[in-house]
């Protein structure tokens, strides 16, 4: 009796995942996973730190604790646990290539914008609301209706952007750009490093790691992206060995003393859903849930797309596979973010670097998320990882996708310029979500001024419009309130 599937004739993982139909094969869907993970682990350190130091309205910090530090492992359990679960999800059900974390943005906006107003119970509650909010409308088919009726340029100009950004993250991330201090006497935003100069052992450690990607990658080694991220390591613990230990960017690395800590997961359930409302009133609750959608609603979609162009797997109409199911576990996630008290988990364009590594399909993700429930248990491991030997990987994957430029049209003017704005003020924004915005207000706009307001696709009209209110939320918010 025959074993195999229809999936291309295949049986077990391969026909489940399609790894072969994909053209790929299980190292590098194993490798891929790890080098996602090796991209974005960090978030499990980052997470604590951005949250729990802040107090909510009644001066109580999230996961308990009085601000010494002491509730960080509850709130990094959390953030590993709601990963993990909902990357191996994003891996089964929707069998793509992409990982799912805390978001970064929107954890800061949680800790500072919301929970300063109300208790963190109530805010986590608005995370939850909004992530239901955002399935409600996938299940609906409101969500991909609004994603297929985006013009194929833009898409391509959002996965470009994306590139742009997220080499601009592996370069702040790595110290080799840096902001300028506010006492500095300089109208320049931003410098080489943080004095003008390349400064300190991390920087040259990442230089390192740079180099050799680059290096293996032109040579087309197989591993190319993993073998740079360990090799680098060891350099970074032999140069932290030496003395260096100052100037690591986030993680030191060096050994833990202790490598099995017991999981406390008091940050889990700790939600309220209906206490915003009471605590500052329904405008300012609906606005905030507003603002925290219209990001995670935007973000997702240009992440999808441009893991999709990165690994071949969009269609003509550059539509990613299982794009439905993509989309559920994306709300779903958000939502889950809110329940595990750890603010709204989201698509992490750092899946690129796994991609980049031969990632075709869910098999990777579900890799990363199993890497993120082993880090409940062993997360002082995970600070044996720099930054600066990861984010190289990320400088390498935003050269990849800028490569798709070349698609776009840049002699047709009612095109070109939204997609210039969506691909440059994603990294000089530091957000997806303002490039897109951008993009499609231009993009209205110009098809407005010339008289062919009847080219733009109605669902196109509507989220210009929510741009509009988003960028213009500050004074709405005044006004109203």
Excluded: C
């Amino acid at each position: 009796m025959s074993t195999q599937t229809s999936a291309g004739g295949r049986s077990g993982l391969d026909g489940f995942f399609k790894i072969s139909e994909r053209g790929s094969t299980y190292g590098r869907e194993i490798r891929g996973g790890l080098v996602t993970f090796f991209t974005m682990g960090y978030i499990v350190v980052l997470n604590p730190l951005i949250l729990g130091f802040a107090p909510d309205i009644d001066g109580n910090f999230l996961g308990g604790g009085n601000g010494d530090g002491s509730n960080l492992p509850a709130i990094a359990a959390g953030t590993a646990l709601v990963a993990g679960v909902m990357t191996i999800l994003m891996g089964v059900v929707a069998n793509y290539p992409l990982a799912v974390a805390a978001g970064l943005g929107l954890n800061a906006f949680v800790a500072f914008a919301i929970a300063s107003q109300m208790t963190w119970a109530d805010a986590m509650g608005l995370v939850v609301i909004e992530g239901l909010i955002i399935l409600v409308l996938v299940l609906t088919g409101f969500r991909a209706a609004v994603f297929h009726a985006v013009p194929t340029a833009l898409k391509t100009a959002i996965s470009v952007g994306i590139g742009l950004f997220i080499a601009l993250i592996g370069f702040v991330d790595a110290g080799f750009v840096a902001r300028i201090p506010d006492a500095a006497n300089t109208t320049v935003p931003v410098q080489l490093g943080s004095t003008g100069v390349l400064t300190g052992w991390p920087v040259v450690v990442f230089a390192f790691g740079m180099l050799l990607v680059i290096a293996l990658w032109v040579r087309k080694v197989k591993g190319a992206i993993l073998i740079s991220i360990v090799a680098t390591t060891i350099l970074a613990l032999i140069v932290d060995a030496l003395g260096a230990s100052e100037g690591w960017s986030l993680n030191e690395p060096t050994w833990p003393d202790e490598v099995f800590v017991t999981p406390s997961f008091d940050t889990v359930g700790h939600f309220s859903l209906l206490g915003s409302f009471e605590q500052i009133g329904v405008v300012s609750t609906l606005l905030l849930i507003f603002t925290l959608m219209l990001a995670d609603f935007f973000d997702t979609m240009g992440t999808m797309t441009a893991i999709g162009a990165e690994a071949g797997l969009l269609d003509e109409d550059g539509i990613p596979p299982n794009t439905q199911r993509i989309l559920v576990v994306d709300s779903l996630s958000a939502a889950a973010g809110g329940v595990g008290g750890v603010s709204s988990n989201t698509a992490y364009i750092e899946s690129a670097a796994g991609v980049g590594e031969g990632a075709r399909t869910g098999l990777a993700s579900v890799v990363t998320g199993v890497l993120f429930l082993l880090t409940i248990m062993i997360s002082p491991l995970v600070k044996l990882i720099p930054s600066e030997a990861a984010v190289a990987a990320l400088v390498l994957v935003g050269f990849l996708m800028m490569q798709q430029v070349r698609e776009i049209d840049w002699l047709d003017l009612e095109i070109a310029i939204p997609a210039f704005l969506t691909i440059v003020l994603m990294p000089f924004t530091y957000s997806i979500s303002v490039g897109i915005g951008a993009g499609f207000i231009t993009f209205v706009f110009i098809k407005l001024v010339l008289g062919k307001a009847t080219q733009v696709h109605p669902l196109l009209w509507i989220v210009a419009g929510a741009f509009v209110i988003y960028f213009a939320i500050d004074p709405i918010t005044r006004v109203l309130t």
